[in-house]
């Protein structure tokens, strides 16, 4: 069996704005009624959880300016206020809210994270990130960002000093023994006094400990520091690795790295990126997925402008017809991301043709009928070893139900995706298989 989840871009921000199938974007944006009768469908169909994507910045880094953002809707309103009115709609369902390692005070985030596994009844994960570009540092008071690798150097400690917090409470400390008239036991209440080179932290926690005690931790390594970093940390790692070789490749150094650590690499659940194309029939499937294509070849100013955003680099002052300058040394955002594109523009291309490549952040093609679909889907999982599929298309009632009504019914016959879940907490139906 495998797992499935959905990669919710912007929080409840931007969704596929604009689409012919986007609904009524002036009722849903910055409303959560979409996201919670959405949450609630992939409930229903067997998804193990959400993910929440933010980064607190407006790109900018496009033409030095706002404006491409501005205009294109390309916005994020905060997700953790999101999360308890996804819980309050939903029963089982994981929700897992991106944050900051890099802004947010350890202290800050053991208090939310254990509030939000109480308001959740402990289906509450945290996907943990690092942030970029140098918008980020300049909104929260610095002149730029923190450097790429330093910046896994204090993600390690501001998870160490996190984990202290959410340990000074001992997890049988609440007692609430009525006839005595304690509420807690204060031997087992302690300070966490974690002091590291970049983060610094007393406790302890004002908040009694949630459901799970320690959150589910989500994370998305793609460069050598990031993989590290996933395979000490995560319950659950993001992977975006293009091909069954590059799949199975990733999974396999996220373990080997776990096993290094001293972890149980089989409680690591790897899921991969994709974005298939659904139809009634093949033919119906591949023209759709050929219209897709060739509007994203189309879009270059899109792509020039994302492309700037995981860079960090303007990439509106270089020569379209003309080959791009290899500038991976210079990358100071998504490394991973920018990599495999580099590879693309650096193999004797000009940056047009790198930019008309296929689109897409899957880590495999699947187009076809439900079917179909779930046949490459099966293979894929037999060849690569585990553990399942994030969903990365626009959080629209059309891919949902699409999804949902037609796919997941197929993988549910026929044994390999849940059917129902045994526990009570996002960790345990996480480790269930």
Not at 298 to 304: C, T, V
Request: charged share 25%; aromatic share 10%.
């Amino acid at each position: 069996m495998f797992r499935l989840a959905w990669f919710v871009n912007y929080g409840f921000g931007q969704y596929g704005w604009g689409g012919r199938w986007s609904g009524n974007v002036s009722r849903d944006v910055g409303r959560p009624e979409l996201f919670m009768h959405n949450t609630k469908t992939l409930e229903n169909a067997g998804f193990d959880y959400v993910m929440l994507e933010d980064a607190p910045v407006l790109p900018d880094v496009y033409k030095a300016s706002p404006d491409y953002s501005v205009e294109h809707g390309i916005f994020r309103l905060d997700p953790f206020p999101l999360v308890p009115l996804i819980a309050q709609a939903t029963d089982h369902i994981g929700v897992i809210a991106t944050m900051t390692t890099s802004y947010t005070p350890p202290y800050q985030a053991a208090r939310l994270t254990t509030t939000l596994d109480h308001l959740t009844n402990g289906r509450f994960g945290v996907n943990l990130v690092t942030s970029s570009p140098h918008a980020v540092g300049q909104n929260f008071g610095r002149d730029s960002h923190y450097e790429h690798d330093l910046r896994y150097e204090m993600a390690d400690e501001w998870i160490d000093a996190v984990r202290a917090l959410w340990d000074t409470w001992e997890p049988d400390a609440v007692v609430m023994d009525e006839h005595t008239g304690l509420f807690a036991d204060p031997a087992k209440v302690h300070y966490a006094n974690y002091n590291g080179q970049y983060h610094r932290t007393r406790g302890p926690l004002n908040t009694i400990p949630g459901p799970q005690h320690h959150p589910v931790i989500c994370q998305a390594g793609g460069s050598g520091v990031g993989r590290t970093f996933a395979a000490r940390n995560a319950d659950t790692v993001m992977a975006g690795t293009k091909g069954i070789d590059g799949m199975r490749g990733y999974r396999d150094d996220i373990t080997r790295i776990a096993t290094e650590n001293g972890r149980d690499a089989s409680k690591i659940k790897v899921v991969h990126l994709i974005e298939p194309v659904l139809g009634d029939t093949m033919d119906e499937a591949k023209a759709k997925d050929r219209a897709r294509q060739e509007a994203a070849a189309a879009d270059i100013e899109g792509k020039l402008a994302g492309l700037s955003y995981l860079s960090g680099i303007d990439m509106s002052q270089f020569d379209l017809d003309a080959p791009l300058p290899d500038m991976a040394d210079k990358v100071n955002g998504h490394k991973s991301s920018y990599d495999q594109f580099n590879r693309i523009a650096q193999s004797g291309k000009t940056f047009r043709e790198a930019l008309s490549g296929r689109s897409g952040q899957q880590t495999i093609e699947l187009v076809g009928t439900p079917e179909v679909v779930a046949d490459q889907m099966e293979e894929a999982m037999e060849q690569v070893g585990g553990d399942g599929f994030l969903f990365v298309l626009p959080f629209t009632r059309k891919n949902v139900a699409e999804v949902a009504d037609g796919l997941a019914p197929v993988l549910r016959r026929r044994g390999v995706i849940r059917d129902g879940f045994a526990h009570k907490t996002f960790k345990e139906n996480l480790q269930e298989f």
